[in-house]
């Protein structure tokens, strides 16, 4: 099945730097890579996703890339700020697109340093 | 976005007890649901598939005869931990399909004493 690895587990940047969270995953029929945001004791929120038909996709200081090829994807967050400071998870579907069930990876702690 | 509710929020059994959680999707009709559970500083593992009118589809090393699943309309669908342990507490996430992404519930916390 599906397995996606996460890199780095913590990552600690000063406020206006950049922050950049790395994915992998194993099954080349993935096609729907979703990112989502949480806070302590909350639901995931979506914070941006990218299909395997585009390689890179923006939204504000927010953007993905995909390498099909490689089998890796990566969120980038510019000009950070002190409430992007939350867990960070990468997802992908083995089938059945942004409907279908998510394999996470293990997590990205980020602090945002004022 | 679609809003996926769940309920109860929170919840404390007794160890033995059966615990059920609903998951609503409140504003669309989800045909499929998921079920996840995440332990404190993990990520979400997925547990099952819950899909409308027909039998859950379990993950590797879930049991589906202590965990069951309800998909009995489009809008609700619901797990029941059956004789829980101390060793099932945890956070357990619902999420809805939409046309073009997943919907989260608030997640309900589950403490087995």
């Known amino acids: 099945g599906e397995n996606v690895e996460q890199h780095p587990s913590t990552l600690s940047v000063q406020e206006g730097d950049s922050a950049v969270i790395k994915c992998t995953y194993s099954?080349?029929?993935?096609?729907?890579f979703p990112w989502y945001k949480q806070e302590l004791g909350k639901r995931p929120q979506l914070i941006i996703d990218?299909?395997?038909?585009?390689g890179e996709k923006k939204d504000q200081r927010i953007a993905v890339t995909l390498n099909k090829t490689a089998k890796h994807f990566s969120l980038h967050i510019t000009e950070t700020q002190p409430e992007d400071s939350a867990v960070y998870f990468c997802?992908?579907?083995?089938?059945?697109?942004?409907?279908?069930?998510?394999?996470f990876g293990k997590g990205t702690k980020l602090s945002v340093k004022p | 976005g679609a809003v996926v509710s769940q309920h109860p929020s929170r919840v404390i059994c007794k160890s033995g007890t059966s615990v059920k959680i609903e998951c609503r999707s409140l504003d669309f009709q989800a045909t499929t649901m998921f079920w996840y559970r995440q332990f404190p500083k993990q990520s979400l593992m997925l547990m099952a598939t819950?899909?409308?009118?027909?039998?859950?589809?379990?993950e590797q090393g879930v049991e589906k005869d202590k965990f069951l699943i309800n998909h009995a309309s489009l809008t609700l669908s619901t797990l029941t931990v059956t004789s829980a342990h101390p060793e099932d507490s945890s956070f357990y996430i619902c999420s809805a399909s939409g046309a073009n992404e997943q919907f989260f519930g608030p997640g309900t916390r589950l403490t087995v004493l």
């Open positions: 990218i299909r395997s038909n585009v």
């Open positions: 099954d080349s029929a993935s096609n729907y």
């Open positions: 819950s899909n409308e009118g027909s039998k859950a589809t379990y």
């Open positions: 997802a992908a579907t083995p089938y059945g697109g942004s409907q279908g069930n998510l394999i």
